[in-house]
């Protein structure tokens, strides 16, 4: 476990923490108005991607500099500042004051960086509390120092059996992390599918992902099939392309057999749709049929969040083939957002 102190004056800015993988849905914005905290609390994970200034824009920064910083394909321009921003639960911070002139959310806290040690006052974060925002805080990798705390270092178990996250909320949206979560595994399925149509089964996985990978890949020629594959479920015969799951603490793929090209989607939504709950098969006596709860259906019909597709195909190398390029290029690049 650990704490993160201030580098300033070494005051412990949150209790004790536990590692766990970047989600999926750390930088989502725009989905349901109002939202929970994004992390679980008692732990934290590090965004590995360079954050705050210098902010640099792409005519400045070249296909050369940009591929070496991990970015293959145009787009708006990159913070150049320092990876390694901590993001935690807000009620695992101590200790920490808003900087009121930084809040400038719509309903609350949106600013950047607008959290402040209580002790020396040094800038330490942000606190993010607005409408269409996951509640979150964000430490500056250079204003804070992670120090080891006696603790477990992982909770119990292997990490691999987690609760399935339905997709529908009891409200009738489709759930903000699935578009989230979808989103990111897409840009996988893209790049392995070699720019060949991709035979997705029928359900949940074609009204998640089917449907977009229908709109932007070709319709005629030999398909590549797309499947799920995990702990506890090896398909035969195996698919060309398989959904694993992203192992929650570390972030690893699972590896699934020889041949068959993986693609990483959140562990939650993996276990979903390889184990989706069972559905009661009794059936109420005709005539009482309106006490017996229907199945959630969403009001529309699904979308992956465009700017974390985006955002994830232009960090896979594969985006620089000509035909992954006209794809990325369709769905828009940062430069027109
Ligand atoms: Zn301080």
């Given at each position: 476990?650990?704490?993160?102190?201030?580098?300033?004056?070494?005051?412990?800015l949150?209790?004790?923490?536990?590692?766990?993988?970047?989600?999926?849905?750390?930088?989502?914005?725009?989905?349901?108005?109002?939202?929970?905290?994004?992390?679980?609390?008692?732990?934290?994970?590090?965004?590995?991607?360079?954050?705050?200034?210098?902010w640099?824009?792409?005519?400045?920064?070249?296909?050369?500099?940009a591929?070496?910083?991990?970015?293959y394909?145009?787009?708006?321009?990159?913070?150049?500042?320092?990876?390694?921003?901590?993001?935690?639960?807000?009620?695992?911070?101590?200790?920490?004051?808003?900087?009121?002139?930084?809040?400038?959310?719509?309903c609350?806290?949106?600013?950047?960086?607008?959290?402040?040690?209580?002790?020396c006052?040094?800038?330490?974060?942000?606190?993010?509390?607005?409408?269409?925002?996951?509640?979150?805080v964000?430490?500056?990798?250079?204003?804070?120092?992670?120090?080891?705390?006696?603790?477990?270092?992982?909770?119990?178990?292997?990490?691999?059996?987690?609760?399935?996250?339905?997709?529908?909320?009891?409200?009738?949206?489709?759930?903000?992390?699935?578009?989230?979560?979808?989103?990111?595994?897409?840009?996988?399925?893209?790049?392995?599918?070699?720019?060949?149509?991709?035979?997705?089964?029928?359900?949940?996985?074609?009204?998640?992902?089917?449907?977009?990978?229908?709109?932007?890949?070709?319709?005629?020629?030999?398909?590549?099939?797309?499947?799920?594959?995990?702990?506890?479920?090896?398909?035969?015969?195996?698919?060309?392309?398989?959904?694993?799951?992203?192992?929650?603490?570390?972030?690893?793929a699972?590896?699934?057999?020889?041949?068959?090209?993986?693609?990483?989607?959140?562990?939650?939504?993996?276990?979903?749709?390889?184990?989706?709950?069972?559905?009661?098969?009794?059936?109420?006596?005709?005539?009482?049929?309106?006490?017996?709860?229907?199945?959630?259906?969403?009001?529309?019909?699904?979308?992956?969040?465009?700017?974390?597709?985006?955002?994830?195909?232009?960090?896979?190398?594969?985006?620089?083939?000509?035909?992954?390029?006209?794809?990325?290029?369709?769905?828009?690049?940062?430069?027109?957002?």
């Amino acid at each position: 476990m650990a704490v993160f102190a201030c580098a300033g004056c070494g005051a412990e800015l949150t209790g004790p923490v536990t590692e766990v993988a970047l989600p999926p849905h750390a930088h989502r914005e725009g989905g349901n108005r109002y939202l929970p905290a994004l992390m679980e609390p008692g732990t934290f994970a590090v965004d590995p991607e360079p954050s705050g200034p210098p902010w640099r824009p792409w005519h400045e920064l070249g296909v050369d500099e940009a591929a070496a910083r991990g970015v293959y394909a145009p787009i708006g321009g990159l913070w150049c500042g320092p990876g390694g921003a901590v993001l935690l639960a807000p009620g695992d911070t101590r200790d920490t004051v808003l900087i009121p002139e930084q809040c400038d959310g719509c309903c609350a806290a949106g600013g950047w960086p607008n959290l402040a040690c209580e002790r020396c006052g040094r800038t330490v974060g942000a606190r993010i509390d607005d409408c269409y925002r996951w509640q979150a805080v964000w430490l500056r990798p250079e204003a804070v120092r992670r120090l080891p705390v006696p603790g477990p270092a992982r909770p119990a178990g292997d990490g691999w059996t987690v609760t399935p996250l339905p997709p529908v909320e009891p409200d009738g949206w489709w759930s903000d992390r699935w578009s989230a979560a979808v989103a990111v595994a897409l840009a996988e399925v893209l790049a392995a599918s070699d720019g060949r149509p991709v035979a997705v089964p029928d359900g949940l996985l074609a009204e998640t992902f089917g449907r977009t990978l229908d709109r932007l890949l070709p319709a005629d020629g030999p398909a590549r099939t797309l499947g799920l594959a995990g702990p506890g479920l090896t398909p035969d015969p195996a698919p060309d392309i398989a959904l694993v799951p992203r192992h929650p603490w570390t972030g690893a793929a699972w590896q699934p057999a020889d041949g068959t090209v993986p693609a990483a989607l959140d562990a939650e939504v993996w276990t979903y749709l390889a184990f989706p709950p069972l559905r009661p098969t009794t059936r109420l006596p005709a005539g009482e049929e309106r006490d017996d709860p229907l199945p959630l259906r969403p009001y529309r019909l699904f979308e992956p969040d465009r700017h974390l597709l985006v955002h994830r195909l232009a960090r896979l190398p594969a985006v620089r083939q000509p035909w992954l390029r006209a794809i990325y290029d369709r769905l828009g690049d940062g430069r027109q957002d």
